[in-house]
Each structure stands twice: as structure tokens, then as C-alpha cells.
């Protein structure tokens, strides 16, 4: 049976334990902050996809089309970010976000018990890339010894990584 959600804002919450200690405990999906589980969009798009949990408007039950859509107004990368999100769920890896890092995500190898391995910066293939901003990441992640990675999602939604890093000549 899904767990109950309700949208607040940019995100969705539970105060459920069953939450707190499946998705949160086991899976290292969200944060807890004063006793409910609070989840992005993505990852709250994720979770109903796969009908883990069901995520509420007040009374009214948005489906996952709703959620990605809700994702879209507030992000034009979303559907994009949406896709690495999930490719990366459903290779094993933990993925939380990468905001502080100038990323869009930093992921686990598996759950949380170490340092994240890379950053992650999405890219649709399309779009215009300064050597500036590749730099910038890339220092970045240098500085704070991760592996700066590069996923692009092309028209056909296929996402493909690149890993960048400096050489030292």
C-alpha cells in the first residue's frame, strides 16, 4: 500500500513512521526535520511512479503526470534532472541533491555511510556550454575531492555520463 504525502510548497511530507523508516531509514530518500520526511518533487515523482507513495493536494491526489508538471512550472531543467534522477535510482546509487555544490546532484555509491563519490551536473544535449562553467564545476569538485560528472540527455531521453577532470601536465 502507497504511504500518504501532502504537497507543501516545493516538496511533500510525511509524519508517518512507516515512511521515516522505509524511505528515509532503509533508502535514504528525503530528510527528516522535526519527526516528517520531507521530499523533493523528483524524488516524490519517483516514488509515485513506482506507487511507493501517493502525494495529496489537500484532498485532491495528484498523479505523477501532475507531479512532473508541478516540477515543470517551477524548473526548466526538471524533466531532464528527472530522468538522471531516476536512471541513477535504478542502478542502486543514493542521490541527493548537490545544490551547496554547485551541482545538481551528489551521488552515493550505495546508501550513506560514506562521502558522495561524484557530483552530477545535467545537461540536455542541446544546450550551450561556456569552458567557464566547466571549469567552475570542475574546481569544485576538486576542491571538495568528488568526481565531477557530466549526464546529458538527449532527444531521445537517453542519458549518457561523462566524467571531467583536470590533467596535470
Known sequence: MAMKFLLSGDRVFSSDQNAINGLYNKRYYGKVVEGKL?????????????????????????????????????????????????????????????????????????????HSQWLVWVVPENSRLSPNDITARVRVAHGVRKN??????????????????WVKF
Open 148 to 165: 565531477m560528472v557530466m549526464a546529458v540527455v538527449d532527444e531521445d531521453n537517453d542519458v549518457v555520463y561523462y566524467k571531467i577532470e
Open 38 to 114: 520531507y521530499l523533493s518533487l523528483i524524488e516524490a515523482a519517483y516514488l509515485a511512479e513506482r506507487g511507493r507513495i501517493e502525494v495529496f493536494d489537500g484532498k485532491k491526489r495528484l498523479s505523477f503526470e501532475g507531479l512532473l508538471a508541478m516540477g515543470r512550472e517551477r524548473d526548466e531543467l526538471f524533466d531532464a534532472k528527472y530522468l538522471v534522477y531516476r536512471d541513477l535510482r535504478d542502478r542502486g546509487y543514493t542521490v541527493k541533491s548537490g545544490l551547496k555544490f554547485g551541482s545538481h546532484f551528489r551521488v552515493y555509491r550505495r546508501g550513506m555511510e560514506e
